[in-house]
């Protein structure tokens, strides 16, 4: 579900596009149709949160020029839809070759400045924010969870980067609600205390020049609080505390899933904050449009502020995190390690973190110097449970992740190229790092024959033969699914 306005800005972009592109009639509508492709693969949430701003800003030569109005767009769109634009103009107009992704005005009347710095809290007549409802709302935060020790891969950094710009400059229009969602032990929770740190740290004020109150608390708080407040006959009393702090943050919002009541207070609460200016941070384990059992009107009010997903770490991330973790606590742990334990343990932080500390705890305790057999010694039981066979599901997991194609598409009768040939590389991955036969692989990819498989597996083959950025890229996959 989208925001209302949706269609009209996008009806609203294409045609002033169109005016701006005199001489090359057919120019706006097949931005219109690449814009639509766009909308229909990454979906509306995504679209709307990105791409709505786009606007063409003309064809040279060979090169189309995509205009968006900040540098933080920008950036993103370049980083994460470049190769999808590249790929469907080139489908669309023989003659483009190249998109250049640029930050400038859309046409006149598009409304697309920079968004202007907020206040951190908006003066408010008689609002009052008393340090009372601060200290009896909020939960004590981690103090290692700062952005300082916050350690940002390509999997975080669009979260991270939307958490920064929350911490900077609070009830910033579009990020409000900002939503983080992504598996456990990814780092949401680490991402919204940073926020809260940084906020309380700053020495912004908000409402007459009182520090910014910021509450954090877990769904399943907010839920006992919320029936403590009832029993008590008190829901006015906490209804009106959370309604006075400039900043809510509700974590794990999926616990809120089948509690009716607590979910009808939440959005209460939720629209009175956001009503009056004041910014919420939530974290969920899935996306706004994924958390089936939460109400649609919750949702849709979710979806539309900033929708930020943390992914699936990768090795590099895994190994900088780790770094990061042994130079702040200065153990000497060989390279090698690291490198080691982040093949295995690759499914959480918290645990690689575990892991880690462990290993450091019994090098200090025995005084030995820690080697690659002395892990594999120590963390012998953690290894073994980390030790399980990549599956199928995993394999086109990680593959369309990479790609940047849907799940489904893995099993799909789409046949263009941006969509086959990832679904052919997870088929070899899947010949690889499986037991599995081929009719059996065959069936997991949408019941397709096994001459496709065996087909896909020789294409590959082949392509990696020839290809060696291609090659890389395979091997790469290859190695991070492999434990
Ligand atoms: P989630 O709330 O998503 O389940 P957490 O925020 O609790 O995950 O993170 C789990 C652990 O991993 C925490 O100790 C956190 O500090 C650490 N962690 C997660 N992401 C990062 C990161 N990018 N850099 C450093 N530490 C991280
Ligand atoms: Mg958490």
């Known amino acids: 579900m989208v925001a209302d306005g949706a269609n009209i800005d996008r009806d609203g972009s294409v045609m002033t596009t169109g005016q701006r592109s005199p001489g090359e009639p057919l120019l706006s509508a097949q931005w219109a149709r690449v814009r639509g492709r766009l909308q229909s693969e990454v979906g509306d949430v995504e679209y709307h949160t990105w791409l709505r701003q786009m606007s063409l800003g003309g064809i040279d030569g060979d090169e189309i020029t995509v205009r968006l109005p900040t540098r933080f767009l920008r950036d993103w769109v370049r980083t994460h839809y470049g190769d999808r634009l590249n790929a469907l103009w080139q489908a669309e107009n023989r003659r483009v070759r190249r998109v250049d992704i640029r930050v400038g005005d859309g046409a006149p009347g598009e409304g697309v400045a ?6 951190v809290s908006p003066p408010q007549a008689g609002g009052h924010a008393s340090p009372d409802a601060r200290t009896e709302t909020a939960v004590a935060l981690d103090p290692r969870f700062t952005f300082e020790q916050f350690v940002v891969g390509k999997p975080n950094e669009f979260a991270h980067a939307c ?17 983080l969602y992504g598996g456990v032990g990814l780092g949401k929770t680490h991402l919204m205390h940073a926020i809260a740190w940084e906020l309380t740290r700053n020495g912004d004020t908000g409402r007459g020049g009182a520090p910014v109150s910021v509450a954090y608390m877990s769904a399943e708080k907010f839920m006992y609080r919320f029936i403590a407040a009832i029993r008590s006959q008190s829901t006015m009393e906490f209804k009106e505390q959370l309604r006075s702090v400039d900043v809510l943050m ?16 939440f959005f209460h609460t939720f629209n009175a904050l956001v009503d009056s200016g004041k910014q919420i941070v939530v974290s969920a384990d899935k996306s706004p449009s994924d958390l089936s059992g939460l109400e649609e009107r919750v949702r849709t009010r979710l979806g539309c502020g900033m929708v930020a997903d943390l992914h699936a770490t990768t090795f590099e991330l895994r190994v900088s995190i780790l770094e990061a973790k042994v130079h702040l606590v200065s153990a000497p742990v060989p390279p090698k390690v690291l490198e080691f334990l982040a093949h295995k343990i690759t499914s959480n932080i918290r645990e690689l973190e575990g892991a880690l500390n462990r290993l450091i705890a019994h090098a200090n305790l025995f005084g030995r110097a820690i080697t690659l057999e002395s892990t594999q010694e120590v963390l012998h039981d953690i290894l ?6 990549v599956t199928i599901e995993e394999i086109q997991r990680k593959v369309a992740e990479h790609w940047n194609i849907r799940l489904t598409d893995m099993s799909s009768a789409r046949r263009a190229r941006n969509v086959a ?11 690889q790092l499986t037991s599995r036969s081929l009719p059996d692989i065959g069936r997991r990819f949408g019941n397709r024959d096994h001459t496709t498989v065996m087909h896909a597996v020789q294409r590959v083959t082949e392509l990696m033969a020839l290809d060696a950025s291609f090659a890389d890229d395979v091997e790469l996959l290859r190695r991070m699914l492999e434990s």
């Not at 920064?164 to 609600?177: K, L």
């Open 163 to 179: 958490a920064r710009r929350v911490a900077e400059r609070p009830a910033c229009v579009g990020f409000n609600p900002l939503f």
């Open 250 to 265: 509700i974590d794990d919002l999926q616990f809120l899933i089948g509690k009716d009541a607590t979910q009808e207070e």
């Open 384 to 389: 073994k449970a980390h030790d399980r066979r």
């Open 114 to 119: 920079e968004p202007a710095s907020i206040a």
């Open 421 to 431: 040939r990832p679904r052919q590389v997870a088929m070899y991955l899947a010949k």
